[in-house]
């Protein structure tokens, strides 16, 4: 490499991480704004319970493209996950906790793996067969301050933070969701024929649910941004 190679991998470098940083500055922005909406209307807010997965605060959608919507999400135990993909693309901006994303492909071979769809209540269609093995390759760590893109087509699981202390494996953060013109399908991944149905349907939240929820909001947005209400 030479001289000039050397400065304009420098200058590329340098661009690329003021852009991550005016993405940054841009969502955490739309995150407070969000946020502060959610408190000072908390009423009329759309608090919704996944038992024993997270809480799901839905902060409507963008003034100027309908198609994005933004989301709060609280996770009371990020542990493992099944293989999955998602219905929207989304940037995921980490307020509070951690996680490791482990990303898969399916690598073609003589193996065998199941695909199995997801519907809307958690449950899951008879396993269609596919060619192929899952392969791990690659993973991301997701912290505070960090912002993750995922595609619909991305394959992921989500391990928690190690460690015994259950606050540890609860993260906060804020989701830029985009919608697709055509409903994308939602899979699991498994080298098993068989797995168990989640019990996890999605409800609204309780009284004392939302008032968590509230509570937690509140203390983010005074030691985030410094901000009361």
Not at 14 to 28: A, G, P, Q
Not at 56 to 62: A, E, K, P, T
Not at 70 to 87: K, S
């Amino acid at each position: 490499m030479n001289v000039k190679q050397g400065e304009l991998m420098i200058g590329h470098l340098e661009v690329n991480r003021f852009l991550d940083r005016l993405d940054f500055m841009n969502m955490n922005q739309e995150c407070l704004k969000r946020m502060s909406k959610v408190l000072a209307n908390w009423p009329d807010a759309d608090v919704r319970t996944v038992p024993n997965v997270m809480y799901q605060v839905r902060c409507g959608n963008d003034e100027n493209d309908p198609a994005i919507e933004y989301q709060i999400n609280w996770f009371m135990n990020c542990v493992e996950t099944f293989i999955h993909n998602h219905r929207h693309s989304f940037d995921s901006l980490c307020l509070e906790g951690e996680y490791t994303e482990n990303i898969w492909e399916v690598v073609q071979d003589d193996s065998i793996i199941y695909e199995f769809l997801r519907r809307s209540d958690n449950t899951f269609d008879e396993p269609k067969k596919i060619s192929g093995r899952l392969c791990h390759v690659r993973s991301r760590h997701h912290f505070p301050n960090n912002i993750l893109h995922v595609d619909t087509g991305l394959f992921h699981s989500i391990n928690a933070k190690e460690g015994d202390n259950t606050d540890d494996k609860r993260v906060l953060t804020f989701l830029t969701k985009r919608k697709c013109s055509f409903l994308q399908k939602m899979c699991v991944l498994s080298s098993s024929p068989t797995i168990d149905s989640l019990d996890d349907d999605m409800r609204m939240a309780t009284e004392m649910e939302r008032k968590e929820v509230y509570d937690k909001l509140r203390e983010t947005i005074m030691t985030r941004y410094h901000y009361s209400q």
